[in-house]
């Protein structure tokens, strides 16, 4: 089992419509969930954090963290087309490092 | 303004042909990590350094050199480059190990 899976997509979604990323992690005693946005061929930035169980919004963006299930999403509602990009999920580890899963591409159709 | 600078943005080479890809960050970051992104395969880290003249493997290591003699510069070196390391390079820093990531713009190597 990879420590952090993605779908890999793409996820297609049209314009307003709400996009749901799922994320799972295989190390119980992760403490910090990160979610990172990709345009193709530059640089990953940032979106969300979160540390505790339950829902952080942040404008359109919503991540859902529920330790006990070990799963970690990412809800962008009234989806625009310059969401399309990939969306990457990162855990921490018990190694003290950052995991990221492999990225889902979203696909927001016009 | 903060950030993390790598360069060259774009490098061809051949095989066996040395190189240095530079990285320098302003935000006086502890931690630096170098990450190559590969379809299917996500990010995976290369080498981290927790500070100056502390540096570590990462998950895949093979190939790759590292060094940190000062806190804002953490140069990636392929002695011996070869065509499975054809790969898009990011440099990163952060006040944590596991914690925010700060990428730089990234570095297209391919190795012919």
């Known amino acids: 089992q990879k420590e952090v899976e993605q779908n890999s997509g793409p996820l297609s979604v049209p314009e307003g419509a709400i996009a749901s990323l799922n994320c799972t992690y295989s190390?119980?005693?992760?403490?910090?969930f990160f979610w990172y946005r990709q345009y193709s061929g530059k640089s990953p930035e940032l979106i969300m954090f979160?540390?505790?169980?339950g829902d952080k919004e942040d404008g359109r963006f919503t991540a859902q963290l529920n330790k006990a299930s070990q799963y970690v999403s990412l809800l962008i509602r009234d989806s625009q087309p310059s969401d399309s990009a990939t969306y990457l999920c990162?855990?921490?580890?018990?190694?003290?490092?950052?995991?990221f899963g492999q990225g889902t591409e979203l696909s927001v159709k016009p | 303004e903060a950030q993390v600078t790598q360069n060259p943005r774009y490098l061809i080479t051949v095989t066996g042909k040395k190189l240095t890809v530079t990285c320098s960050q302003n935000?006086?970051?502890?931690?630096m990590s170098w990450y190559r992104q590969d379809p299917g395969l996500g990010l995976r880290q290369i080498y981290y350094?927790?500070?100056?003249?502390?540096?570590d493997k990462g998950d895949v290591p093979e190939g790759y050199k590292v060094s940190r003699k000062e806190k804002r510069n953490f140069p990636l070196i392929l002695e011996s480059p070869s065509p499975n390391q054809t790969s898009l390079y990011f440099c990163?820093?952060?006040?944590?190990?596991?914690?925010?990531?700060?990428f730089g713009p990234g570095t297209r190597l391919t190795v012919t």
């Open positions: 990163a820093s952060s006040y944590r190990l596991d914690g925010e990531q700060y």
């Open positions: 190390d119980r005693g992760s403490q910090s």
């Open positions: 979160i540390y505790s169980n």
């Open positions: 990162a855990v921490d580890n018990q190694g003290g490092k950052l995991i």
């Open positions: 935000m006086n970051h502890e931690y």
């Open positions: 350094s927790m500070n100056v003249e502390v540096t």
